[in-house]
């Protein structure tokens, strides 16, 4: 957040440098409003495409083989722009290379879920999705396997079976 402080501050110091330069090759007749109103564009333009471009520069961030399935779009007063475009602020993403089955579990599939955010740190998390009964149960403390494979002392969330989530991880899962 810090360096995006800084790259602001240095896209409105760009703008007003160009437009004190062409207040000079003009000789002064450009008015004096142009310097001020030229770093304030400068400084919005910069915000504006930084938070705009947040999601494809996140997804560059990703494995090859993590496949994006949730986004969320959000709209905020003070940035009356997204209310004609919502920017985009989080994002879900699956590892596909961390998918597995357990042949004693079937429906049961193991997933490396990727949380992401602006301006918060990427949290990985494990999951274990089970596809025929539509729930999922994060793998915490205090949550185990035993011998077949079961999960103990996991607590399951129902979810919608259309959930962008258990359709990715459900879809075509490697037999382990």
Not at 8 to 29: I, K, M
Not at 53 to 81: D, F, K
């Amino acid at each position: 957040m810090l360096f995006e402080l800084i790259a602001v501050f240095a896209a409105g110091f760009c703008l007003a440098g160009l437009a004190l330069t062409l207040r000079w090759l003009l000789r002064g007749r450009a008015p004096v409003w142009l310097v001020p109103v030229a770093a304030g564009l400068g400084m919005l333009s910069y915000a504006v495409w930084s938070e705009y471009s947040w999601l494809e520069r996140a997804r560059g961030t990703l494995p090859r083989t993590a496949e994006v399935v949730s986004t969320n779009e959000a709209q905020a007063w003070y940035r009356p722009w997204t209310y004609a475009v919502p920017q985009v602020n989080r994002l879900i993403a699956v590892d596909r290379a961390e998918l597995k089955r357990n042949p004693t579990q079937p429906g049961k599939v193991l997933a490396g879920v990727i949380l992401m955010g602006r301006w918060e740190p990427t949290r990985r998390i494990g999951a274990m999705f089970d596809c025929t009964e539509a729930r999922r149960a994060d793998l915490v403390d205090g949550v185990r396997f035993d011998e077949s494979g079961a999960l103990q002392g996991a607590r399951w969330i129902d979810l919608d079976a259309a959930d962008p989530l258990l359709v990715a991880v459900c879809r075509d899962a490697p037999s382990a």
